[in-house]
Nanobody, 124 residues
């Protein structure tokens, strides 16, 4: 599975961005998908994940209520709508693909496929 993330940028606090991750290669609908992020000097952390069917979604406490994950299994696109952005959301955001048809997982070790990352910078 190849993943290409895009949509990052510079935004003021309180603003919005929409990240996209286009996949190719293996069947997109066979994979749970996730978003992770890594801020400078910090370890990469879980942000959100979604089951292959879209019926189950997970969010970290820090983004719950502000971010929405979705997927289009026809267009092979994973999305992350980010609203009410905060300076602490500044990070390099990665999309990742799991191989499970079960519920999505929060551990990055469960995801063998990763995109290259897209930078999100939120100014105060």
């Amino acid at each position: 599975v190849q993943l290409q993330a895009s949509g990052g940028g510079l935004v003021q606090a309180g603003g919005s961005l929409r990240l996209s991750c286009v996949t190719s290669g293996r069947r997109f609908s066979n994979h749970a998908m996730g978003w992770f992020r890594q801020a400078p000097g910090k370890e990469r952390e879980f942000v959100s994940a979604i089951k292959w069917s879209g019926s189950v979604t997970l969010y970290s406490d820090s983004v719950k209520g502000r971010f929405t994950i979705s997927r289009d299994n026809v267009k092979n696109v994973l999305s992350l709508q980010m609203n009410n952005l905060k300076p602490e959301d500044t990070a390099l955001y990665y999309c990742a693909a799991d191989e499970t048809l079960n519920n999505p997982r929060t551990s990055q070790d469960a995801y063998p496929y990763w995109g290259q990352g897209t930078q999100v910078t939120v100014s105060s």
